[in-house]
């Protein structure tokens, strides 16, 4: 059973445009959410990532969202840039998931395609 | 700082032969993840390594193994390779803070032929 789902596989938006990325989740003992982005042959890049005790975090072009009652997070990168075509995994952590510090539940993936 | 650094980058095995990886983490940090990426399962979670002992393990048979040394150094293990092994194998290195976050290395290429 997929704790950590990215139901959209592909997106494709326009440069200067804004680009949400979705993630869903199903256990509420995760701490924290991640997003990675991956580009091929590379391992994944730490992108941002939020705290369950908040419902905004910003980065510059780079924001999260969490929304704790629907289990659902997003990501938007304003404007999009053509660099930032790559594999985006968003990944949950939970401190006390499996009694121990929580690994990362990642989810399979989105890939963004931004067009000049 | 160095990032994780992997070796090899790419290998080819033969059904029924085993391997081993090897993964340099980020200095200080002691705890070490692996995971396995295919194309049909994204990225799923090995096991994860802290000060020598294996803490946490994913849902993967026992002919997946790894070990950790006292310089945090990490290395994974696959004995009687199958054609389902080939993947791209990510090590990750942590300071095993709340916060999760995870630093990946560049991954090893296997393919089972």
């Known amino acids: 059973d997929q704790q950590v789902k990215q139901n959209s596989p592909s997106l494709s938006v326009q440069e200067g445009r804004i680009s949400i990325l979705n993630c869903d989740y199903t256990?509420?003992?995760?701490?924290?959410f991640l997003w990675y982005k991956k580009y091929p042959a590379e391992g994944p890049t730490f992108l941002i990532s939020i705290s369950s005790i908040k419902d905004k975090n910003e980065d510059g072009r780079f924001t999260v969202f969490l929304n704790k009652s629907a289990k659902h997070l997003s990501l938007h990168i304003v404007p999009s840039q053509p660099g930032d075509s790559a594999v985006y995994f968003c990944?949950?952590?939970?401190?006390?998931?499996?009694?121990?510090?929580?690994?990362?539940?990642f989810g399979k993936g989105t890939k963004l395609s931004v067009k000049p | 700082k160095a990032g994780v650094t992997q070796t090899p980058r790419y290998l080819i095995k033969t059904r029924g032969q085993q391997v081993t990886l090897s993964c340099s983490p980020i200095?200080?940090?002691?705890?070490v993840s692996w995971y396995q990426q295919t194309p049909g399962q994204g990225l799923q979670f090995l096991f994860e390594?802290?000060?020598?002992?294996?803490?946490n393990k994913g849902n993967f048979p026992g002919r997946f193994s790894g070990r950790q040394f006292s310089n945090s150094r990490s290395e994974m293990n696959v004995s009687t390779l199958e054609l389902g092994d080939s993947a791209l194998y990510l090590c990750a290195s942590s300071l095993a803070d709340r916060s999760g976050k995870e630093y990946f290395g560049p991954g090893t290429r296997l393919t089972v032929t």
């Open positions: 390594y802290f000060s020598e002992t294996q803490r």
């Open positions: 200095s200080g940090h002691r705890s």
């Open positions: 990944a949950a952590s939970g401190w006390n998931y499996g009694g121990s510090q929580g690994n990362l539940i």
């Open positions: 256990n509420s003992m995760f701490d924290y």
